[in-house]
Nanobody, 127 residues
């Protein structure tokens, strides 16, 4: 049974930083596409970043240069370093995984193409 458990969210001032974690179990972490999404109240789930099975990483334009996705293959943990945060980054951040495959941006950035989800961790940015 696949499980994804996020942690690390909290209240942070604009310009500050956080590190989000997602511990994965029940599948082979190193050969799975692992992504981060976020969802603000009243808005659709939004792609943030993905680490493909190949190790390649991709980011949404809105977070490029500020957020960094990384993996610890010993601890089966996916991280998201969130730097220089802005009030518009406030959301529940969710970890997701899917069967690895070659895909276009429209596929790996779509929540519909992910098989498993964590429960999310809240990030609130104060101005």
């Amino acid at each position: 049974q696949v499980q994804l458990v996020e942690s690390g969210g909290g209240l942070v001032q604009a310009g500050g930083s956080l590190r989000l974690s997602c511990v994965a179990s029940g599948h082979t972490f190193s050969t799975t596409d692992m992504g981060w999404f976020r969802q603000a109240p009243g808005k659709e789930r939004e792609f943030v970043a993905v680490r493909m099975w190949s190790g390649l990483t991709y980011y949404a334009d809105s977070v490029k240069g500020r957020f960094t996705i990384s993996s610890d293959y010993v601890r089966n943990t996916l991280y998201l370093e969130v730097n220089n945060v802005r009030p518009e980054d406030t959301a529940v951040y969710l970890c997701a995984s899917r069967t690895p495959r070659r895909s276009t941006y429209s596929e790996y950035s779509s929540a519909l193409h992910y098989d498993y989800w964590g429960q999310g961790t809240q990030v609130t940015v104060s101005s």
